[in-house]
């Protein structure tokens, strides 16, 4: 039987009273994180590791790469693709030389009331806005921002506390600034 990270096992108690009986697991929902998987071969791993790294890459290139022929590696981008592996390609800008100097991390704490539909909504239309997380425990979100300078971010914050009419009510805020980036192997 195949189990997800959704189920956990409860054993089967023998009716019969025989301890020698083999108890059997069954499976039993403990949460709703269900994500399905795609059943994907080394090659497609490796073709993904390789649009990764590059994603301007050709079909010749990438099937030269992985040891498959162009319409061969065409046909599993094209696979990859359809199924929703690869959602996109993507340009890596310098935020700095396009004058984001500042990038930090606010944490923000909600009315003890907010839901978390409101939560995903505080923030979605700050255009400084690169990522926001909503979390399990304290803080209740996580946003990250890039921003020109100190005043700017100061600006921000103080939109997030003032919020918008008739949204989420912030009622706390806390700033951290990043000195330094390192991505991490699975930054991709």
């Given at each position: 039987m195949?189990?997800?990270?959704?189920d956990?096992?409860?054993?089967?108690?023998?009716r019969?009273?025989?301890?020698d009986?083999?108890?059997k697991?069954?499976?039993?929902?403990?949460y709703?994180l269900?994500v399905?998987?795609?059943?994907?071969?080394s090659?497609?791993?490796?073709?993904?590791?390789?649009?990764?790294?590059?994603?301007?890459?050709?079909?010749s290139e990438?099937?030269?790469?992985?040891?498959l022929s162009?319409?061969?590696?065409?046909?599993?981008?094209?696979?990859l693709?359809?199924?929703?592996?690869?959602?996109?390609?993507?340009a890596?800008?310098?935020h700095r030389?396009?004058?984001e100097?500042?990038?930090?991390?606010?944490?923000l704490?909600?009315?003890?009331a907010t839901?978390?539909?409101e939560?995903?909504t505080?923030?979605?239309t700050l255009?400084e806005?690169?990522e926001?997380?909503?979390l399990?425990?304290?803080?209740?979100?996580?946003?990250q921002?890039?921003?020109?300078?100190?005043?700017?971010?100061?600006?921000v914050v103080?939109?997030i506390?003032r919020?918008?009419?008739g949204?989420?009510?912030?009622?706390a805020?806390?700033?951290?600034?990043?000195?330094?980036?390192?991505?991490?192997?699975?930054?991709?």
């Amino acid at each position: 039987m195949f189990l997800s990270g959704r189920d956990t096992l409860k054993p089967i108690v023998s009716r019969s009273g025989n301890d020698d009986e083999i108890a059997k697991p069954t499976a039993r929902r403990r949460y709703d994180l269900f994500v399905p998987t795609s059943n994907i071969d080394s090659t497609d791993r490796h073709i993904i590791d390789v649009l990764v790294e590059d994603a301007r890459r050709s079909a010749s290139e990438v099937g030269r790469i992985v040891g498959l022929s162009p319409p061969a590696a065409k046909r599993r981008i094209n696979r990859l693709e359809a199924d929703g592996l690869i959602r996109g390609y993507t340009a890596k800008l310098d935020h700095r030389l396009m004058g984001e100097h500042i990038e930090a991390f606010i944490e923000l704490r909600f009315a003890p009331a907010t839901q978390v539909a409101e939560i995903d909504t505080a923030v979605s239309t700050l255009p400084e806005v690169v990522e926001s997380f909503t979390l399990a425990g304290d803080p209740d979100s996580l946003i990250q921002v890039r921003v020109r300078d100190l005043e700017h971010l100061k600006s921000v914050v103080d939109r997030i506390r003032r919020g918008r009419r008739g949204g989420p009510k912030v009622i706390a805020t806390r700033t951290v600034i990043v000195l330094g980036r390192t991505p991490g192997p699975a930054a991709n």
